[in-house]
Each structure stands twice: as structure tokens, then as C-alpha cells.
């Protein structure tokens, strides 16, 4: 054997050692994630929870009509003292969601305000930042889907570490009648969800604060 074979070997195997640890990382990335679904399948709820404290404000990211009307619910119960409806279409109005929730009407016109600047959960964080510093609470009920719930306390954590944040999910007859595996348009919006998830975790941690939510955030504290 010359001295330049070893060298050779070398240079024939190391292809073979880097194929074996792309396809180990591969799948230990794909038993995290596989492990991450099932946790967060797990903390989907398949009830509404009994909440067992006030908060000064109440959130309601709209998206299901259900949404709302658990949301004023809770402001008509005294859980929070004004409730802001993130994401409305421009044509909404106090007057219309009134009229809506007859039983509720006073409250409505009285203590609800209406986010319309919001098209997405990012958007819905940084408007409910908004609004909670205007207001100076400290505290929050956020009112939103089951599934949805996890990315939108990423979000609203992401926009108000200070703020204590009370999850109110709100549980759709579907998922409460039937195991989501069943339904194939139920587990495609699941793993949907867990998808935008898992993005919003890895974006949270890897994007800077941009120049406006750093200036945003100071001007809302300067307010107070």
C-alpha cells in the first residue's frame, strides 16, 4: 500500500459519513417535529375552560362568529372591562354587532372597540399592543380558537412581554363531536396550524424586534 492510498480511502468515504448524518439529522428533525404535533394536539382542548380570574381587558381575534360572542360574553360577566374585536371587516360596526347580540346591545356600544387594521395573527398582536397600552392594562382574556391559541400567545408574548395573558379557547361543535383524525378537513387545519406554529416559534426567536415595534413600543410606554 503507497502512501497515498489512505488519503484515498479517506476521500471515498467521507461522502458516505456526511449522506449518514444528513439522514440522522433528518430524522431526529423529523421526530422533533413529530413529537411537537403530539404536544400540541395535546394541549388543543377538546371543552371550553372555566376561567378562574378577572383580567382588566378581553381580545377576540375574529375568525368564527362564536368567537365573539364568547368574547362579549365575558365582558357582559364582568371578566375584563372593555373588549377589543382585532381584524373586523371595514363594513362592521359596534351598531351592527348591536344588533347582532340584542341581548348585549348596551354593553356593545359601551365598551367594545374594533381593531380593522389587523389581517393576520402578527397583525392582531401588534394592534391588541395598541390598544392594551392606550388603555393601561395590565392584564388580558384572549378569546380565539382552540387551535389557534397557541400561535396567538407566541405572538401577543412576543408584542407584550409585561402583560399577563388569561387563554380563553374557544372549542367549534367539530371538534367537540368528533376526534379530529376522523374529519379530513379538521386534520388539515390542524396540521396547518401546528405548521404556522412552529414558524412563529422559530421566527420569534431568530427575527430582531424592527425599528418600528422598538419605537412603537417606546412611545406606548411613554404614554403611560
Known amino acids: ?119 393576520n395573527t402578527l397583525g392582531n398582536a401588534l394592534g391588541t399592543r395598541r390598544w392594551v397600552r392606550e388603555r393601561g392594562f395590565r392584564s388580558l382574556i384572549v378569546v380565539t380558537s382552540s387551535y389557534h391559541m397557541p400561535r396567538t400567545m407566541v405572538e401577543l408574548a412576543r408584542q407584550m412581554p409585561d402583560i399577563v395573558l388569561i387563554p380563553f379557547p374557544v372549542v367549534t361543535d367539530k371538534l367537540r363531536n368528533e376526534p379530529w383524525w376522523t374529519s379530513a378537513p379538521t386534520a388539515k387545519l390542524i396540521l396547518s396550524e401546528y405548521a404556522k406554529y412552529i414558524v412563529a416559534l422559530v421566527r420569534v426567536q431568530i427575527e430582531p424586534m424592527s425599528a418600528i415595534d422598538v419605537v412603537g413600543s417606546v412611545r406606548d410606554h411613554a404614554r403611560n
Open 1 to 119: 500500500m503507497t502512501a497515498t492510498e489512505p488519503n484515498e480511502v479517506s476521500a471515498r468515504s467521507w461522502p458516505r459519513r456526511l449522506a449518514r448524518a444528513v439522514a440522522l439529522l433528518t430524522v431526529a428533525c423529523a421526530a422533533a417535529l413529530c413529537a411537537g404535533f403530539v404536544w400540541f394536539v395535546w394541549h388543543v382542548p377538546a371543552e371550553e375552560v372555566v376561567l378562574d380570574r378577572n383580567a382588566d381587558g378581553i381580545v377576540v381575534l375574529t375568525g368564527g362568529s362564536s368567537r365573539v360572542v364568547d368574547a362579549v360574553e365575558l365582558l357582559a360577566e364582568g371578566r375584563g372591562t372593555r373588549l377589543l374585536i382585532s381584524g373586523v371587516h371595514p363594513a362592521t360596526n359596534t351598531t351592527e354587532i348591536a344588533r347582532q347580540l340584542p341581548r348585549h346591545e348596551r354593553i356593545v356600544t359601551c365598551c367594545v372597540d374594533l381593531d380593522y387594521a389587523a389581517v
